[in-house]
T-cell receptor, first 110, second 111 residues
């Protein structure tokens, strides 16, 4: 099992550009989570899905953020337009019982 | 909002010593989990303790849970330099399976 796969590992983009982060969960896991980690705010839950259905998106900071899970093996987190304060490491995790995290995407918006 | 609060924020010890990290939380939980994060990497699940359990062991790790005090502790015995990492507690409040993480304890083990 390759674990939770995130891409890209690093993304540097200019303010105003659209950013799409991708996640492939572990096969068979029925929950998928998107977290954001910064020094100031720690780990924040943005949104999570159960069986591909969004359950709680109350952590999504603004309408500029959106997430989809079109099927059980793929999810995206999109930021449009991006701003410098969105710079963070974004983690995807999937779970059946315990969580498995991906390696994260380090996003820098300049 | 943060559910778990770790204490201390940073801990520096010598190799061979024991390291104890504490976590407090606010609401009722289904289980509490501890994770480890090496610098620049994702989080790795260490151990899960359910609300009806009081103590759990896994190798050099020992976790306790006191639901009356809403607190947990993680003990790493005979620490090694490779244990240097940040350690996070996270609580599952049984509201749909989501985990809420604390701010973490940064552990440094000096050889």
């Amino acid at each position: 099992d390759a674990g939770v796969i995130q891409s890209p590992r690093h993304e540097v983009t200019e303010m105003g550009q659209e950013v799409t982060l991708r996640c492939k969960p572990i096969s068979g896991h029925d929950y998928l989570f998107w977290y954001r980690q910064t020094m100031m705010r720690g780990l924040e839950l943005l949104i999570y899905f159960n069986n591909n259905v969004p359950i709680d998106d109350s952590g999504m900071p603004e309408d500029r953020f959106s997430a989809k899970m079109p099927n059980a093996s793929f999810s995206t987190l999109k930021i449009q337009p991006s701003e410098p304060r969105d710079s963070a490491v974004y983690f995807c995790a999937s779970s059946l019982e315990g969580y498995t995290f991906g390696s994260g995407t380090r996003l820098t918006v300049v | 909002s943060q559910q778990g609060e770790e204490d201390p924020q940073a801990l520096s010890i010598q190799e061979g010593e024991n390291a104890t990290m504490n976590c407090s939380y606010k609401t009722s939980i289904n289980n509490l989990q501890w994770y480890r994060q090496n610098s620049g990497r994702g989080l790795v699940h260490l151990i899960l303790i359910r609300s009806n359990e009081r103590e759990k062991h896994s190798g050099r790790l020992r976790v306790t849970l006191d639901t009356s005090k809403k607190s947990s502790s993680l003990l790493i015995t005979a620490s090694r330099a490779a244990d240097t990492a940040s350690y996070f507690c996270a609580t599952d409040d049984n509201q749909g399976g989501k985990l809420i993480f604390g701010q973490g304890t940064e552990l440094s083990v000096k050889p």
